[in-house]
């Protein structure tokens, strides 16, 4: 496995200590977090902290929140002390996105630690500035052996069960950020725009969760500031914004970020929501998710959003992820039983980029992130169901007959080391999948691991359905649903790609440092 040791470095523990002096307005309070102020005069302040996303060997994302119009400015430096920068001119931060920016580096050198330093200028002065923000991230390595590990999970601030305070608000995050690893792929669900926070919620043993409340958490989002206000809400909790500060993600999204269970077209019979288009709720979470998160093919510019969700991440030559988009091209929920089904899950322009995206691959390892599970069951009300199982064992039917067609092609075309993670279900197991147990049978064997929720309620296993031929070899879930965090532990997986085997270790973890389940997995093999 890797020898990379985990756990901070002196340096990255100065990046702590910069990262929560320059957020001291936003620590953990009793009741409500105050944001930082829109002052009329003084010098611009980055109190939500920074953030790193889509790092490869030679480029990186940096993102920052201004509290008020401002220039951002990224000074890079393969040291702490800063003694030799590079500077990268960054945009101007104004209220049409929200005061966020992000600035793209290039021509970094790869399998280095990069240190940075964000500074917010006076767009009127340049000589007024605020007290630079720092962070610190590795660069995908140029040489295989030397190794590769992240982690990953999603569901964040769902069900009602927010920033306590009293157990310390968002604790996996400190222990994910612990472990030091090379980045976080964020499986999805990062925000609930359809969760509201209440103040308080009392828990069936009588005991009181208490929550970090907020406006735009009082009620489902709908307008784009509250959209905006769900991402802000995660970045009160110190914990995000120290783990931000020194970990680069990889994020996708799933239903959550617009409203549970959204597909394009619908029109909601939801009396919560004055706005009925889902369409026009979901361009303003993805206006909001453009301007919070950093990804790399997408961007907020003039009002509006370019790009798509979906895209490869290249991690060196032990690893490729492709970041999947379960949403924006889905069709209608339903029973599932089509026959005929070209759309899927998918969507037909994406399917064609993964099938030629994964045939140009030259990793050892191509993880897909996919924000939904293959055969795992997942209800949408009585009838309909939300992901690609519908509980029917027999041939594919519905968005099944995508997933086959996937699964065919990797087949034939002999792609070595796909495996499948996800999050979204709220508890944490491992699938093996192959054609002897399976009704469809044209694929070659793999494995799908499923982690979270990394901040949300946990729900019981959810059921399997056997057309791919799944067996769950190991699972961890409570008899009940939506149990707070303080009734059971929050899940993150990690992977550990050693650069000398090439092996692929996967490790389930629960909150607390207990890792729950471990498989090896053999590089070069079309299936496992």
């Known amino acids: 496995m890797s020898d990379r040791i985990p756990g901070p470095s002196p340096a990255r523990r100065s990046v702590l200590r910069g990262s ?49 119009p401002a220039r951002m400015i990224v000074e890079t430096s393969a040291s702490e002390s800063f003694r030799r920068v590079h500077r990268h001119q960054g945009p101007l931060l104004g209220a049409d996105g929200d005061f966020t920016g992000t600035t793209a580096l290039r021509g970094l050198p790869p399998g280095e630690q990069i240190h940075y330093r964000v500074t917010l200028a006076d767009p009127d002065d340049p000589r007024r500035t605020g007290e630079p923000v720092v962070g610190t991230f590795r660069t995908a390595p140029a040489r295989r052996r030397d190794g590769v ?51 308080s919620v009392t828990l069936p043993d009588g005991r009181i969760w208490r929550n970090v409340t907020t406006p735009e958490k009082s009620k489902v989002a709908e307008t784009l500031d509250e959209y905006r206000g769900n991402f802000r809400y995660n970045l009160l909790d110190h914990h995000v914004r120290a783990f931000n500060a020194q970990v680069p993600s990889i994020v996708q999204w799933d239903d ?55 895209r490869v991440v290249r991690y060196g030559p032990l690893l490729d992820v492709f970041v999947l988009d ?9 029973p599932g039983r089509q026959a005929d089904d070209t759309t899927g899950i998918l969507g037909a322009e994406q399917l064609a980029w993964l099938k030629r995206e994964l045939s140009r691959s030259r990793a050892v390892w191509k993880v897909l992130a996919a924000d939904m599970p293959l055969g795992l069951v997942v209800p949408d009300g009585a009838a309909d169901f939300e992901a690609i199982a519908q509980g029917d064992p027999g041939a594919p039917l519905g968005r099944e007959l995508q997933i086959a067609e996937l699964l065919r092609f990797v ?50 296993a959810s059921g ?18 939506n149990l707070s965090p303080m009734e059971s532990p929050q899940y993150f997986g990690e992977v550990d790609i ?16 207990t890792v729950l389940f471990s498989k090896v997995l053999q590089p070069g093999r079309v299936g496992q």
């Open 149 to 199: 590990r992240f982690l990953w999970s999603g569901d964040i601030a769902g069900q009602g069960w927010g920033i306590n305070p009293d157990i310390g608000g968002f604790r996996a995050y400190e222990e994910m950020r612990r472990l030091n690893p090379d980045f976080f792929l964020c499986s999805g669900d990062a925000i609930y725009a359809d969760g509201v926070i209440q103040p």
């Open 256 to 310: 959550h970020e617009v409203r549970n269970n959204w597909y394009p077209g619908q029109i909601l019979d939801d009396p919560r929501y004055t706005e009925k288009d889902v369409d026009v709720l979901a361009a303003r979470a993805k206006r909001a998710f453009a301007e919070y998160v950093p990804v790399s093919t997408l961007h907020a510019r003039g009002g509006s959003v370019e790009g798509r969700m979906h």
């Open 411 to 460: 087949k034939h075309r002999r792609i070595t080391g796909t495996v499948w993670l996800t999050a979204d279900v709220h508890h944490t197991s491992a699938q093996h999948y192959a054609p002897e147990r399976a009704a469809f049978q044209d694929f070659a064997p793999f494995w799908e691991f499923v982690s979270g929720p990394l901040a949300a309620g946990g729900f019981p």
């Open 326 to 334: 379960m949403r924006s091209y889905r069709n209608a929920n339903s």
């Open 20 to 68: 929560m002096a320059a957020s001291a307005a936003l620590a953990l309070g009793g009741g409500a977090a105050a944001a930082p102020a829109l002052a009329l005069s003084g010098r611009p302040r980055a109190a939500w902290g920074v953030q790193t996303g889509d790092v490869t060997g030679s480029s990186g994302l940096v993102w920052v929140r201004s509290d008020r």
């Open 464 to 481: 399997l359905d056997a057309t791919f031929g799944p067996e769950r070899v190991f699972v961890r879930a409570p008899e009940r649903a």
């Open 498 to 513: 050693d650069g000398g085997s090439g092996e692929l270790t996967v490790r389930l973890r629960a909150e607390g440092g």
